[in-house]
């Protein structure tokens, strides 16, 4: 059974920074491309970055020079480290694990509030 489950979400100020989480299982992690995306209220669900089996990483431009997605192989996890923090960056963020060939799994999500 594969499981996707994120972590580190919360409530932070503005500039504020904070770091998720996402422990995989049940899949063969390095050999999937792996992402974090994110929705906010009455929008739909957008790309915020990915990192690749060879462990290269794209974003989107409005997280650029703020975010960082890095990946550990050996303990299965996904990190997105979030810094200078804005109340538009206010989401549920999924966790998205891309194997090939096969189909795609989500993380249940985590709720991280910009907010003085």
């Known amino acids: 059974q594969v499981q996707l489950v994120e972590s580190g979400g919360g409530l932070v100020q503005p500039g504020g920074s904070l770091r998720l989480s996402c422990a995989a299982s049940?899949?063969?992690?390095?050999?999937?491309?792996m992402a974090w995306y994110r929705q906010a209220p009455g929008k739909q669900r957008e790309l915020v970055a990915l990192?690749?089996?060879?462990?290269?990483?794209n974003y989107a431009d409005s997280v650029k020079g703020r975010f960082t997605i890095s990946r550990d192989n050996a303990k299965n996890t996904v990190y997105l480290q979030m810094n200078s923090l804005k109340p538009e960056d206010t989401a549920v963020y999924y966790c998205?694990?891309?194997?090939?060939?096969?189909?795609?799994?989500w993380g249940q999500g985590t709720q991280v509030t910009v907010s003085s």
């Open positions: 998205r694990a891309m194997p090939v060939g096969v189909r795609d799994y």
């Open positions: 049940g899949i063969t992690f390095s050999l999937n491309t």
């Open positions: 990192t690749t089996t060879g462990g290269s990483a």
